[in-house]
């Protein structure tokens, strides 16, 4: 090969580099779908719903087949360990408060990808599913981890107001206020085309934060807590299944799983519909990835498109 012809294939090779740039930079359709993924269950779903009607069929009968007085003196055992009070309660919760913030401002200023940022991380696996594990195993955790107690204290000693605040809230409003909180809370998550985008929930979380800290400090942190602020109403429901006790004098007890419900009040209108709530979202929430749900839509599971699509 002559010089010359080396030279122009030398010379030509940056024009190509430089036109194959330019066609790669021209804007064309973003063919995607805005956080939310496909789930593919690891087994058939009639092996999950048989499995889940033989729990219930089989604990139905244990109760009916066995005498009332064997159950009464069985789920009344208590095996004592020790005292816990609260005083590390609001440090523990002030800590939970900061680690709180930092994950917001990771959500608002750190990557949008939900894969990597750890905000939709806490709060849709750690929070809302190990939390609730770990609350209905080792007892009310949530009263200790939950970002209000603390700030509410420190707020409540800076504008005078030390103590609790109870009775201010109807008596006819019952838990009501927790039933529409929860709704708008399983809406979220169920309805809203990105609840894993971190901006989008960082900017939910916080306002969250904000509206139920506002009225702790009008009704008192207890009150608004049993009655308004439903991630509390619902630990509290799913602390009565563990095994772990702490009475009215702060002492730490074993007892049976579900012990704790033969003591409980029965629950009111408000209550009721609250509990309900939480087992259809829940289960709304399972049945939405199952193939039978989504070939209702004529959707195929293995090439999910995204919930915008659907």
């Known amino acids: 090969m ?7 294939a030398v010379g030509r090779e ?12 021209l804007p064309t359709s973003a063919f995607a779908h805005a956080s ?11 092996y999950y719903v048989a499995g889940g009607a033989l729990a219930v069929a089989v604990s139905f009968l244990v109760l009916a087949l066995l005498p009332p007085e064997a159950l009464d003196r069985f789920w009344r055992r208590r095996l004592p360990l020790f005292a816990l009070g609260d005083a590390s309660r609001t440090i523990v919760s002030a800590i939970s408060f900061a680690g709180f913030a930092i994950l917001l401002a990771a959500g608002l ?18 929070l809302w599913v190990g939390l609730a594990l770990l609350q209905g195993a080792l007892g009310d955790l949530w009263s200790w981890l939950n970002p209000w107690y603390g700030p509410w204290r420190v707020v409540s000693r800076l504008i005078g107001r030390g103590g609790e605040q109870d009775g201010r809230l109807p008596a ?19 309805i809203d085309p990105a609840p894993d985008d971190p901006a989008r929930l960082a900017y939910a979380a916080g306002l969250y ?6 009225l702790m400090l009008v009704f008192g942190h207890r009150e608004w807590s049993r009655r308004g602020e439903f991630l509390s109403v619902f630990f509290a429901m799913v ?4 095994v772990v006790e702490r009475d009215a004098k702060c002492l730490l007890s074993l007892c049976w799983p579900g012990a704790k419900l033969l003591s409980a009040e029965p629950l009111p209108t408000a209550g009721i519909a609250f509990l309900l709530l939480a087992l259809s979202s829940v ?20 090439e999910f498109p995204g919930r915008t699509a659907l």
């Open 2 to 8: 002559s010089g010359r012809t080396e030279g122009d």
């Open 239 to 242: 602390a009565r299944f563990a």
């Open 209 to 214: 934060w904000l509206q139920n800290f506002i």
């Open 14 to 25: 940056p024009s190509r580099l430089a036109l194959a740039a330019a066609f790669a930079s």
């Open 109 to 126: 200023f750190g990557s949008r990808d939900p894969l990597s940022n750890p905000l939709p991380l806490v709060i849709w696996t750690l």
């Open 172 to 190: 006819w409003l019952a838990c009501w206020p927790a039933v529409g909180l929860f709704f708008a809370f399983a809406w979220f998550e169920l």
């Open 283 to 302: 289960s709304f929430d399972g049945l939405s990835k199952t193939f039978f749900w989504l070939g209702l839509f004529g959707v195929n599971p293995l």
């Open 36 to 46: 939310d993924r496909g789930h593919v269950l690891l087994l058939p779903t009639g």
